[in-house]
């Protein structure tokens, strides 16, 4: 299972683009779920390990080292244009931890681009 956290400013755009980013990966055939972040505080993964992907999404403040480094490790971390200005700080932290990240164009957000950003993300996860 691969797992991707979409972060934004409060959590309400990363949630409608993580939409589009599930529907588009079960467009091409891969189950897909979206999840919240109390499913990652609370390890949830478990109960869609039969997931071929997996969008979490939520606001930038969870990509702390003691957040993130307690929990279930995801495989990478989009940053949506909104906080781009916060991405060197989510950067350093999730160096740390190993976890790649990238911040999401500006017009494919704008657009809830879900192909071109599922696209963003699984080149991140497999470089």
């Known amino acids: 299972m691969k797992k991707l956290l979409i972060v934004c400013a409060g959590g309400a755009t990363s949630s409608l683009m993580a939409q589009h ?3 588009e990966a079960t467009k ?6 979206l999840l919240f972040p109390e499913d990652l505080k609370y390890n949830r993964f478990e109960l869609h390990q039969n997931k071929d992907f ?3 999404m939520g606001p930038i403040d969870m990509v702390t080292t003691t957040r993130l480094q307690g929990y279930a490790k995801v495989d990478a971390v989009l940053v949506s244009p909104q906080v781009k200005y916060l991405f060197k700080n989510a950067e350093t932290v999730l160096n740390e931890l190993e976890i790649p990240c990238a911040n999401i ?3 494919s957000f704008g657009r809830m681009r879900g192909d071109v950003i599922l696209k963003q993300a699984l080149t991140l996860m497999n470089p």
């Open 21 to 23: 980013v599930v529907k």
């Open 105 to 107: 164009d500006s017009l």
């Open 28 to 33: 091409q055939g891969m189950s897909a779920a």
């Open 54 to 56: 997996v969008v979490i």
